[in-house]
């Protein structure tokens, strides 16, 4: 059976327990079974013996646990646990299944139309969550884009990390305590290692990107207090897309939309701005009011 097949069953697993609590094994098997139907799954069959596995890859492979309730009589995903990330592990699969179908030779060229880029990476997210779960070494060829020079790599993986549709490994070179970056995007030749390392369990990945706006969480760049203002209609956007976990909204009216966040202000996020800049006003900090007009300034130099 192709490995697509598998991911939409993990998927539709996990989505139909989410969205209904203490699910018996009969209606999720049901559901599930519809769901592959619909989606045109090579998979014939769905039974009470495949759940049962299903189950228990989710938990091994992803290490999320889908428990089953004796009282009540059905599935439900325990929220104690902090490993557990319904919406995460529900985007990580989705990642996979929407590549599946684009590839796939069933009609979508004929409805979707994406954008067209270069290859996402995501056929190295299982690869590497195995190896983070196993905590293996891993080894792999990575393109610098600025110097445009291809490197080799050995790396101790940490996490992987979405941010704005692009996926990243988070890890540390052998041999160093510093933790860095690497877009999917880049890494070629991907090797899981026999060789295992000491995994710091002390160090909270989710945590150290708290103040960070997308995927660069260099302490160099202080957390510093922002105010913003847009117009309503910027403000109706971003209402539906904050910037980062700390907006909050001051301020919402017919005339202006003005939000307060909290974060380290790096060069993503200048560049995120500059993207609303057409009802954007900088209130503070000034230095961030200054960058912004350094840039509109030199535009202007640029283009008159």
């Not at 939409?8 to 609590?21: D, G």
């Not at 877009?183 to 290692?193: M, V, W």
Request: hydrophobic share 35%.
């Amino acid at each position: 059976m192709a490995k697509s097949d598998y991911t939409k069953r993990y998927l539709y697993i996990i989505r139909n327990v989410q969205e209904h609590p203490y699910i018996s094994g009969k209606e999720l098997i049901e559901h599930v079974s519809r769901q592959l139907v619909l989606h045109d799954s090579e998979a014939t069959s769905f039974s009470t013996r495949t759940l049962k596995r299903d189950l228990q890859e989710i938990r091994d492979k992803l290490g999320f646990a889908i428990e089953w309730d004796n009282r009540r009589k059905g599935y439900y995903i325990p929220d104690n646990d902090e490993a557990n990330d319904p919406e995460g592990i529900a985007r990580f699969l989705e990642s996979f299944e929407i590549l599946n179908s684009l590839n796939a030779d069933n009609g979508l060229s004929r409805f979707v139309f994406p954008e067209h880029h270069h290859p996402s990476g995501t056929q190295h997210l299982y690869p590497l969550v195995q190896a983070m779960k196993e905590n293996r070494l891993i080894t792999f060829n990575y393109y610098k884009f600025r110097e445009q020079l291809m490197t080799s790599r050995k790396v101790e993986p940490y996490a992987v990390k979405e941010c704005r549709g692009r996926w990243y490994l988070i890890g540390k070179e052998s041999g160093s305590n510093i933790f860095k970056t690497f877009s999917l995007n880049y890494i070629t030749n991907l090797n899981i290692t026999p060789r295992a390392f000491k995994r710091n369990n002390t160090i909270d990945i989710n945590l150290s990107f708290r103040d960070s706006f997308g995927i660069i969480n260099d302490e160099k760049f202080p957390v510093e207090d922002i105010t913003l203002s847009f117009d309503a209609l910027d403000g109706q956007y971003i209402k539906t897309k904050p910037f980062h976990h700390s907006q909050q909204i001051i301020k919402d009216t017919p005339d202006e939309f003005s939000i307060t966040l909290r974060l380290r202000i790096t060069n993503d996020f200048v560049m995120e701005l500059l993207s609303r800049s057409r009802s954007l006003r900088v209130i503070q900090p000034l230095n961030l009011k200054a960058r912004i007009n350094e840039i509109y300034r030199q535009a202007l130099l640029r283009n008159s």
